[in-house]
């Protein structure tokens, strides 16, 4: 048990749908972020949350909106994905975003854009 | 750029001895992590080099170099469980952390 849950686990949907990812972590960290892992390739960072306030969004297409409501939980909403948009979503969290500690992972939300 | 290399894949023999290579090109270092990520599963923190040298950690040992901007994971005694991707990720002067592709582990009886 990593203390960073993530739901739904799979989620297919279709390029006009709209859908949310959640993350919780129970670890009392203060940093939040939301990766895409695609197959063979690094993983991208696509937002930081530092104390509830985001901090980095790297150049991420509109059609992803992140929430950070409390230090808790991150949502990421979808709306009009496109097929290439296909991937493992991973969220982390951290003590605090720029500190020497390591990051924990959730088990991700596999995602199919039809 | 930015970047990080590390094989795509390796193969290696249960009981015997595999060494992961990572080779980094960053603005800056703040440290080396090794994850480790087994199918479907969450990456999971293995090791942390910032000064030069080696980490050992029971099977497993990391070694690092920022002088040539090189680490490596050691894994000894491999299982079967070993059988997993293992990520290389550098922090950066942003203290971003910039990611490798990760290597395919497959272990063999």
């Known amino acids: 048990e990593t203390g960073v849950t993530q739901t739904p686990r799979h989620l297919v949907m279709g390029m006009t749908n709209k859908k949310s990812l959640k993350c919780e972590q129970h670890l009392g960290h203060n940093a939040m972020y939301w990766y895409k892992q695609s197959a063979k390739k690094p993983l991208e960072l696509m937002f930081v949350y530092n104390f509830k306030e985001q901090t980095e969004n790297n150049s991420v297409p509109s059609r992803f909106s992140p929430e950070c409501p409390n230090s808790s939980h991150l949502f990421l909403h979808l709306h009009t994905l496109q097929p290439e948009d296909s991937a493992l979503y991973l969220c982390?969290?951290?003590?605090?975003?720029?500190?020497?500690?390591?990051?924990?992972f959730g088990p991700g939300t596999r995602l199919t854009v039809l | 750029g930015q970047n990080i290399d590390q094989p795509t894949e390796m193969t290696a023999t249960e009981g015997a001895i595999v060494q992961i290579n990572c080779t980094y090109q960053?603005?800056?270092?703040?440290?080396l992590f090794w994850y480790q990520q087994h199918a479907g599963e969450a990456p999971t923190f293995l090791s942390y080099n910032v000064l030069d040298g080696l980490e050992e950690k029971g099977r497993f040992s990391s070694f690092l170099s920022r002088s040539k901007g090189y680490s490596y994971l050691l894994l000894k005694e491999l299982q079967m469980k070993d059988s997993a991707s293992y990520l290389c990720a550098v922090r950066d002067s942003n203290y971003q952390l910039i990611w490798g592709a990760g290597t395919k582990l497959i272990i063999k009886p």
């Open positions: 982390a969290s951290s003590q605090e975003e720029g500190g020497v500690d390591e990051q924990f």
């Open positions: 960053t603005s800056g270092f703040n440290g």
